[in-house]
């Protein structure tokens, strides 16, 4: 609201005020600070205020709280930024849209002028405007919608089609985006997770980084490594200081050739918030150095946020750029404090501002990171502990290959490779951070909550400054690490002696894995719609040796996690049925069977799979319709599932994929037997399942895969209605985590691992 910044600059001139008066005859070296408080104030009181009412009350916002249709012309002001989601029926997991931020210059609603200079956010298809370079004026159609963020922002804009009337970006930004095209391209020399990746650590670039890895650096506290901020600075500034002192260089030739490379590292990762915030800290720390003076970095890291929070007043209210200055704030004051009292407790130097440097930036985050996010990670201090080592030669390799893949490539290749070493160690950092039991702990979000972390951080950090606190501390945590940790992660009889079948819970999507009678091998049928899920499931289970993966069709939400089977395991084929839809998914099958060196087998009606202890019979499908259909929803690749009859110590298991009402009735016209033991209920229990089919299988288990709060409705209470009335008993992976079915004296019996 526009009145918060007045509120708050006439409060700042009302106290700098009376801080003049009282130290008026002193020499005292709170003038400065007084005067400089003076000054915000009256920023504050007045540009500030200004701006703020002038974007509340901008005609644009009116018109989006109506949902109106607009066509605009608007300045192209940061990088596109990819949304990721996960692949579902026959859309590719991956980037299906960006948000584009950007200064409205002209706009028309229903053919009449709007009168407006305000900021909107783009949501806009991802292959048509990723593209796009700040610096750039585009015009584009869309339906305004309200802001979701408390900052300049007067409305978002929801566009489906391309950009139009683009006009070229100034050269600075064209060179910058062709060398970040230049480093994407290099980094296709490396493993496909190492490749997104790199981008992302040097220049702030996660267009090719995977929705999986995102959670896996977000789960262990990682995120940051790929947000350009002050560290990034300090790491290029750093290696080209080192450099030059090498070469004996002067202060002030070497300020002015780092303020040189600081420049184009700036333009080169754009203007996001956190790069403008480190890059004027660079900047001023830099000049302190040309100078003579002695640097201070408090200074400079007030002096910059001064500086952009009155050039830019939304950076005021970004998470992103808040979480850089508290961090920088906390390695500042805290983290060589720290540092020297673990020092004296006999650490060595360097152990100590290793650990002490990821201790404070995590206490002075957290609070807000809990607020903003409603979750903790306990394992952040430990993966930064592990990361650092390895992030500076990483972002100087990524630096110097970005410079030199630009005028040759293959040279370019070379450097980069460099840093793959380096990226494959923190993807494992991350990967098995993430993988810790309760490593993300569930918090109130919002500001309550951000108050009562700080509150716990602060109870935290002051007890551990008296002995007999920090005694009561460590019982405290002693007693959670009795009580609470093993019922987390010694997971009471899992998996449970003799399983047959599991369902692992992946999300929205399938994934069973049916136990061979072999020690640590199973058949695995679908992966699932993500990398991640199913190679955890397979982790518990104890798997090691996949002798056949099964994928019952080609949607993104049954072979999506494909590629993590192979992570640390031995897999013997991939098995498809007769269908050959969507034309991605098959390529992909393809690739991966062949970057693996297995066979990629199909699976026909009436052929028999044996094991020792398990066998597999092809019931379907008996039709499968290559022809395109412009309508078709999914429903053709649907009933194209092969649908398996397995024989376990437990029982008989029927295998259903996604087959709907037209694949069901196949089933039941043929003939075939259809009764089972165990169900998997086709299509996530979804309501295109016949009653007719439900009562021929008659099942005493039926097994729901199902993501927690899917948007499709699954499962329908219909379906599981008619699956009670038959005298089935449900489990879905949703409510009960991995299922598993166990043999028992009176037949297939549940074990819920759960949530």
Not at 71 to 98: H, N, W
Not at 422 to 443: D, F, H, T
Request: glycine share 12%.
């Amino acid at each position: 609201m526009w009145w918060m910044p007045a509120v708050c600059g006439a409060a700042a001139v009302v106290v700098s005020v009376l801080l003049l008066i009282r130290l008026r005859r002193g020499g005292s070296r709170w003038w400065a600070g007084a005067v400089a408080l003076l000054v915000a104030g009256l920023l504050l009181t007045g540009p500030l205020a200004l701006r703020f009412g002038r974007a509340e009350h901008d005609p644009l916002r009116a018109l989006a709280d109506q949902g109106r249709e607009v066509a605009l012309r608007m300045l192209v002001t940061e990088r596109p930024k990819p949304i990721r989601s996960a692949g579902y029926a026959d859309q590719q997991a991956g980037p299906r849209s960006v948000v584009v931020a950007g200064e409205v210059l002209h706009a028309e609603q229903d053919g009449r002028a709007v009168l407006t200079s305000g900021r909107v956010v783009l949501l806009a298809p991802f292959a048509s405007w990723n593209g796009i370079v700040p610096g750039q004026e585009v015009m584009a159609t869309g339906e305004l919608a309200p802001p979701r963020d408390a900052d300049l922002t007067v409305a978002a804009v929801y566009v489906r089609g391309p950009p139009s009337g683009a006009t070229v970006a100034p050269w600075w930004q064209r060179a910058a985006e062709s060398m970040r095209a230049a480093l994407r391209r290099a980094c296709a020399v490396l493993p496909e997770e190492q490749a997104g990746l790199v981008p992302g650590l040097v220049v702030g670039d996660t267009s090719g980084l995977s929705e999986r890895l995102d959670r896996e650096f977000t789960d262990a506290g990682l995120t940051h490594l790929m947000a350009v901020s002050g560290s990034n600075v300090a790491i290029v500034c750093g290696a080209v200081l080192l450099l030059l002192r090498l070469l004996r260089a002067g202060p002030r030739l070497s300020a002015v050739l780092a303020g040189v490379a600081l420049a184009g590292f700036v333009i080169l990762a754009g203007g996001e918030p956190s790069v403008l915030r480190a890059g004027v800290m660079g900047g001023i720390a830099l000049l302190a150095l040309a100078l003579g003076r002695q640097r201070s970095v408090v200074p400079a890291l007030a002096g910059a946020v001064c500086v952009l929070v009155a050039w830019d007043p939304a950076m005021a209210v970004s998470f992103g750029f808040a979480l850089s200055v508290i961090a920088t704030a906390g390695l500042v004051l805290l983290a060589p404090r720290w540092a020297e009292v673990l020092q004296r407790r006999g650490l060595p130097p360097g152990f100590a501002e290793g650990l002490a440097v990821p201790a404070a930036a995590f206490v002075v985050t957290a609070p807000v990171v809990a607020g903003m996010a409603g979750q903790l990670s306990i394992v952040s201090v430990a993966a930064n502990v592990l990361a650092a080592p390895v992030v500076a030669p990483a972002t100087v390799f990524g630096v110097l290959a970005t410079v030199v893949a630009g005028v040759w490539p293959t040279g370019g290749e070379l450097v980069v490779r460099l840093a793959g070493p380096e990226a494959g160690w923190l993807i494992l950092v991350a990967r098995r951070a993430s993988e810790v039991p309760g490593a993300v702990l569930p918090w109130p979000g919002g500001w309550w909550g951000g108050a009562l972390a700080l509150a716990v951080a602060v109870a935290v950090v002051l007890a551990l400054r008296r002995r007999r606190l920090r005694v009561l501390l460590a019982l405290v945590l002693a007693g959670v690490l009795l009580l609470v940790v093993p019922g987390r992660v010694i997971t009471p009889g899992w998996p449970p002696p003799g399983w047959a079948v599991v369902a692992c819970d992946v999300g929205q999507g399938d994934s069973l894995v049916l136990a061979t009678g072999e020690p640590k091998r199973a058949i695995v049928v679908d992966t699932g719609p993500e990398p991640g899920p199913v190679d955890r499931c397979l982790d518990r289970l104890g798997v090691d040796r996949v002798p056949l993966v099964v994928l019952s069709h080609l949607h993104a939400d049954h072979i999506g996690g494909l590629e993590s089977v192979f992570e640390g395991r031995a897999v013997g084929g991939i098995a498809v049925g007769p269908g050959r839809r969507p034309d991605w998914a098959w390529r992909q099958a393809g690739q991966i069977a062949a970057r693996h060196g297995v066979p990629l087998l199909e699976l026909e009606a009436g052929r028999r799979l044996e094991w020792p202890s398990l066998s597999l019979e092809v019931l379907g499908p008996a039709f499968v319709s290559e022809e395109e259909d412009d309508n078709d929803d999914g429903t053709q690749i649907n009933n194209s599932s092969v649908v398996l009859r397995a024989r376990t110590p437990a029982g008989s298991v029927l295998l259903t994929g996604d087959v709907e009402l037209a694949a069901q009735s196949d089933l039941l016209a043929a003939g075939a037997d259809l009764h089972a033991d165990i169900l998997k209920v086709p299509h996530h229990g979804s309501r295109f399942s016949l009653p007719q089919f439900l009562a021929a299988v008659s099942a005493r288990l039926a097994l729901v895969s199902v993501g927690s709060g899917n948007r499709y409705g699954h499962p329908n209470r219909t379906t599981l209605d008619t699956l009670t009335a038959d005298g089935a008993l449900v489990a879905r992976t949703d409510t009960d985590g991995d299922t598993a079915v166990i043999p028992d004296q009176t037949g297939p019996a549940l074990v819920r691992r759960g949530k």
